[in-house]
């Protein structure tokens, strides 16, 4: 198993650019979710998904849009970038809701200019 | 609403003696308690986690924690530090029979562990 795969690895834009961070995993989870990592603030969640067709949010869901067609694929989109958005983006799936452990990703390390 | 703190932004030991990383939480009902590793470039990897039962949770690499209700704490402990244990380590609290799976971290404590 790949586990949880993100790409890009790392992207700079452009204020106002939009972009589709992806993210997949092959462990079949029902639970998938997107995290931002910024220094001094831990991971804060931006959204979720509970299963295909099903999302919500987080903690910090502005700025960014969802959607889950498929269990495998979750990507993160950024309508229109700006420089608060800089930052570390990690994508997690556990096997369902509740006590299960979560799985990450590698990171995309974003930079908005 | 849940929350947990990580009172310490770095902790400094040295190689072979024992350490402990710090976490206090806040939750209403039964607390689901985690703790997680991240090394540099690298994404956030399970350590342990405690649901019910024994306070003192096992986990990967030879680390454990211990729940402790009275003082709502769950610090992560290890007899023997190594320097490969260096990392950014997080703590996160979900709370117990809730619909969701949404965890709550900490800010992350910084382990530097001198040869």
């Known amino acids: 198993n790949a586990g949880v795969t993100q790409t890009p690895k790392f992207q700079v834009l452009k204020t106002g650019q939009s972009m589709t961070l992806q993210c997949a995993q092959d462990?079949?989870?029902?639970?998938m979710s997107w995290y931002r990592q910024d220094p001094g603030m831990g991971l804060r969640l931006i959204h979720y998904?509970?299963?295909?067709?099903?999302?919500d949010q987080g903690e910090v869901p502005n700025g960014y849009n969802v959607s889950r067609s498929t269990t495998e694929d979750f990507p993160l989109r950024l309508l229109s970038a700006a420089p608060s958005q800089t930052s570390v983006y990690f994508c997690?799936?556990?096997?369902?809701?509740?006590?299960?452990?979560?799985?990450f990703g590698p990171g995309t390390r974003l930079l908005v200019l | 609403a849940q929350s947990v703190a990580q009172p310490e932004d770095q902790v400094n030991v040295a190689e072979g003696n024992p350490l402990t990383v710090k976490c206090t939480y806040s939750v209403s009902g039964n607390p689901y308690l985690f703790w997680y590793v991240q090394y540099p470039n690298r994404g956030l990897q399970f350590l342990l986690k405690?649901?019910?039962?024994?306070?003192l949770v096992k986990g990967s690499y030879g680390f454990e924690a211990e729940f402790n209700k009275s003082q709502t704490s769950f610090h992560l402990k290890k007899p023997s530090a190594l320097v490969s244990d260096s990392a950014l380590y997080f703590c996160?609290?979900?709370?117990?029979?809730?619909?969701?799976?949404?965890?709550?971290f900490g800010t992350g404590t910084l382990l530097a562990v001198q040869p």
């Open positions: 405690y649901i019910t039962g024994d306070n």
């Open positions: 998904s509970v299963g295909a067709g099903i999302t």
């Open positions: 996160a609290v979900t709370r117990g029979g809730g619909a969701t799976n949404k965890l709550i």
């Open positions: 462990m079949n989870h029902e639970y």
């Open positions: 997690a799936s556990s096997l369902k809701r509740g006590v299960e452990t979560q799985y």
